[in-house]
C-alpha cells in the first residue's frame, strides 16, 4: 500500500469521520467549501485504496450491564487443530477478538460478559470445544482505554 | 440499565446500522415502511439510554502496512503509580486498548505497529514511562477474529 | 438483596451474635431492654432475609494436632469434568473449601491436615480422581488470619 | 492433645451442635436422656480440653451481595516485614484469611468483595501498603464448597 | 524419640566421631580417660536410641571425574505411578537423593555425573521411565556447600 | 585423575568399607587373606589418589525429630554478593547443602527442620541475609532415597 | 531487496562456495566452462546487491575443548540502558550472540565454554554489569544441528 | 585436544583468515615473508588437529528479506522420540540451530524468516512434527550482535 499520498483535503475529511462516522457528506462538504459530489469520490478513493474499510457501532457495554472483560489464553492440543478451534470459536459472540500468538498460548482471546458467573459459562464453552486442552484467563479489572482514533490521526498524518 | 425493552422496529434498525452505520436514515425508514422521524426518535431514545453511545471508521490495517499486533504485559513499581502510567500510555497512540489487570501483570495493553522494529520502539516507549519496572510482550502471528456485531446481536436479542 | 435496611436495634443484636452466637435470646433481651420475644422476631427477618444463615462450631485444630493446612490447585483433563470432580471431592473431608478459579488452575482447594504424612495422603486421594492430571500444593507456614467477624461487622455498617 | 477420649454421649453432643451451634442444652438433654447439667459439664470439658473455641455466625454472602471472592499472592520486599504487613492487612475486613506461605508468594489472602470494581479497590489497598512490592491475584468463578462439618466430624472420629 | 538424654561424656563420643568415623574406640577411651568398654556401651546405646544409624564412606567426587551435579524436577503422568517409578528410579545409580514433592512437580531427585553428556543420558533414562510424563533439570554450577556435621553437633547440643 | 587403576583386591576393600565404614582393617585383612598392612597400604594409597575423602556418620533423623525437609531456591540482589550470601548461609546448621545453579535462582540450598514452624524460622534467617532479595520454598513430602552406595559401587567398577 | 534474479550461472557459484567459502575463482570458472572473470564479476554483483556479505572460518569447538554451550535470558533494571548493556555484552568474547527479545526477558545471549567452571565465570561476568538486574541460565546438552546451508540453499531457490 | 601449541606465524596466519577467509595463501606468505607453502603446510596442520574445520559464506540476511528470528522451546511427547524429531527439524531449512536442552524444553531451535506470517508458518511445520506436543515461542526485537571473531580470537590467544 506504500503509494497513496493523503492531500490536505483527504485529512480534513478523515478528521471529520473519525470524530463522528455518521457525519452526512453534505456537512462535511459545507465545512470543507468543496461539494458533496468531491467528498463522495475522495471517500470512494480511500475506500478502494484499502484504508477505509467501513465503519462500526459504539456500544456502551457498562450500560447495557456487560462490564466484565476477559483474556483467555488456550492451549491446543495439536496446531493442526487451530482453524477448526477458530471456526468454533466464532459461534461465541462473547468472542470479540482472536488471535494465534507466540508464546505460551496457542490462541488468545478477548471476552465480554455480563459477570463473574456468565464468564465462566462462556470460558467453559470454550473449555469444550474438541482440540482445546487447557485455558488460562486473566480479568480485566478495569478497561482504561479503548480507543483506535488517536492510532487512525497518527497513521493518516504520516500519509 | 435493567428495565429499557427494545421492540422489533428497534432490533430491525439496529440490524441494519450494526451491519452499515452510515446507512441515511431514510433509507431505513424506507426499508421498514416507516417515517424518518421514527427513526430518528427511536435511535435517539436508544442514545439516552445510553445503549448506543457512537460510530467508528474501520481502517484496513493490512493494507495500511500495520499489521503487527502484540499484548504487552506491564508490571509497575507501586500500584499507586497505576493513574500516573495510564495517563503516558495514552499519549502513545500505537496503544489501542489498555487494562488494569489481576494476574502478574498490573497493566495490559494492546499495540498495533508497522513490523518488529517499530513495535521494539513502542515496547521502549513504555519501558521508559517513570513507574513502569519491566513489560513482556507476547506477539500476535495472526489476527484471526476481530468483530464485536455477533456480540451486538447477541445483546440486543436478549433486550 | 437491596432494599433490607438494619435499625440501631438490628445492629447491637448482630453485634452480640458475632461476638457469641450461643448468647440466649434472653439475655441479649436484658442487655437492651427490649423482650425476648422481640429479639426472636429481630433475628427471624433477618433469617427470613438470608442476611444470617445459621452458625457453625469453631474448632482449636492446633490443640487437635491438625496444625497443617495447605491449597491445592488442581488442573482438570476436560472442564466438562468439572461437576463430576467437584462431588469426589466432597467425600474428602479434609478439603474444606474449592474453588472454580481462573488463571492456571481449574479447580483451587484449601486442605487441612495432621502433618506432611498425613497431608500427602490427601493430596494423593485428590490426585487419583477420575479426571484430575495434575496438583500443584503451595504450604501454609502460618495461618496468620482467620477471622470473619471484621467482614460481617464491616458488611452490617453499610446495611 | 494427644490423651482425649471422647464417649459415645460426647459424640452425640458434638454432632448436634456441629448440625446447629444454638441448640439449647435443654433440648441436647432431653435427646439424650441426660440432664441438661450433665452436657454443661461434658461442653466445658471439651472447651477446657481445647477442643471446642467457641462458635461463629454464618452469613449469606451471596444474599448480601458479597459474591466476588479473589485469592492475592503478596511478594514482600523483605520478609523482615513480615509481621508488619500482616497487621496492617487486619485493618483491611474484607481479608478474612492471611497464610504466610511456601513456593512463590511470602503472604496469601483470601477477600470477598461485592464485585469486580470493589475487588479492584481492595487489591490496591494491600499493594498500597508499605513492604509490599507486587500482588498477583486468582479470581474464584464459583465457590463450590465451604463446608468445615465434615471435617469436624472426621476428626471426632478418630477420638 | 523424645526422651534420650545425652550427658557429657557422649558429647565427646559424638564430636569425635562426627570428625572422623573411623576413630577407634580404643583411641576415643584413652582420650577422655574411660575404658574402652564405656565408649562401646554408650555407642551402643545411642545405637539402639535410633540416634546414630551408621556411617557412610565419603568420596572426592571431582577428582574422581564426577563434578556435575544436576536436579531434576520430574512430572509423573497419574500420582498413583509414584512407587513404581521410585522403584525404577533406585535402579539409576547416579541419582543419590529421590523426593515425593509439593509445587509444579511430583518428583524430584539429584543426580551425579561426569559431564553433559553423561548427564544427558542419566535424564533420558528417567524420561524413559514408564509413568514419567516430563522432567525439568536444574544444573549445579558449583556444590558451595555439602556438610551434615554443622546439623549434627546443633542436633546434638540440644539433646 | 584419569589413570588411577584398582584391582580386586582394591574392589574387595571398597566394597567392605562401602557397606561399613568401620569395619577394622584386621577384620578385612582376616576376610580376604592378606596381612593388615596390605590393607593398610591400599586404603592409603586410595586416600593419596584422592578416591576416598573420609568418612562421614549417619544419623536418624527421623527418630531424631527432623523429618522436615525443604528445598529453597534463592534470588540474589546482585551476583556479586555470592560468596558472602554463601558464607552466611554457611553458619545456618540447618542448611546442609548449597549450590550456585542456573535457571531462575541464584543459590538453591537444602534445609532440614523439625516441622513447619521450624522450617519457617529457618527460611526467615535466609530471607533476612543481606542481598537475598527472595527465596522460593518447596516442600518434600518424602524422602524417598537418600544413598551414595549404588554410586559409589558404580564408579568404582568403571576403574 | 525485492528484485535481484539470481540465474542458473549464479546458482551453480553459490552452491559451489557455500560447499566450500575458500573454492579458487578459477576452479569454479573450470567447473562451470566459463572464465575467471565472469565468476569474479558475478560475485562482486552479489556481493554489491548486498546478497553475500562475506565468509567465516568454521572452527571445531569440541576438539578446541569449547563444548560447553548455554543460553542466558537477562533481566534490565531499565530498558534504556540496553544499548549500554549490549556494548558491555561485546566485550566478552565467550557471547557469540545477543538478541534484543520478547516475552520475559529483555536480553538473549548464547555463550560458548569450557565446562561448567567456566560458563560459571562468563555468566557471573554478565550478571556484574551495571544495568543487569537478574539472568537465567538454559544448557544445552548439546548443539544437534549448527548449519546455515540449508537456509542459504533455500533463499537462493526462491531468487 | 590438549597439547596443540600455536606459534607466533600461527597466530598471524589465523589472524588474517579469521579476518578474511578466502584471503589467498600467497598473500598471507607475502604479508609475512615466508613461502606460500610454509602457510599451506601450516593451515593443514591446523586443520589435522581440529582446530579449523572449514569456511562458510556470511550473507546480509537483512537485505534478503529474512529480518524475523525466532527462538523455539519444543516440548517432547516422550524424550524416546528426540532424535526422531531432531531429523524432521533437519528438513525445515529455515532452522538453523537445534539443541537438546535442560530446562522447561526439550529441543530448543532458533529460526530465519521473512516476517511474522512466514513465522508462524515455519512454527506450524515444527507443531505438526510427530512426537512434538507444544512449542513455545520467544521473538527476537533485533539481533544486536551474531559475531564469533572475538570468540575465536580469544580461544588461539590462550593457545
Redesign the interface.
Known amino acids: ?2 503509494k497513496f499520498k493523503l492531500d490536505d483535503i483527504d485529512h480534513q475529511i ?1 478528521n471529520m ?2 470524530e ?3 457525519t ?1 457528506f453534505t456537512d462535511i462538504a459545507k465545512k470543507l467549501n468543496i461539494s458533496a459530489g468531491t467528498v463522495h469520490v475522495r471517500v470512494r478513493k480511500m475506500e478502494e ?12 457495554y457498562n ?9 483467555v489464553g488456550i ?1 491446543l492440543e ?3 487443530q ?1 482453524q477448526f478451534v ?1 471456526n468454533r ?2 459461534d461465541i ?13 496457542n ?3 478477548k471476552i ?1 460478559a455480563k ?3 456468565h ?2 459459562n462462556v ?2 464453552k470454550i ?2 470445544i474438541d482440540g482445546v486442552s ?22 493518516f498524518e504520516e500519509m
Chains 1, 2, 3, 4, 5, 6, 7, 8 share one sequence.
Open positions: 500500500m506504500a478523515l469521520l473519525i463522528n462516522t455518521r452526512p485504496a484499502k484504508i477505509i474499510q467501513g465503519s462500526s457501532l459504539t456500544l456502551n450500560s447495557l450491564g456487560y462490564n466484565f472483560i476477559a483474556y492451549f495439536k496446531t493442526s487451530t477458530l470459536l466464532e459472540p462473547n468472542i470479540t477478538v482472536a488471535h494465534v500468538t507466540t508464546g505460551k498460548f490462541l488468545f482471546v465480554r459477570n463473574t458467573e464468564a465462566k470460558i467453559f473449555d469444550d487447557r485455558t488460562e484467563t486473566m480479568i480485566s479489572l478495569e478497561e482504561s482505554l479503548n480507543d483506535k482514533t488517536r492510532l487512525m490521526k497518527s497513521i
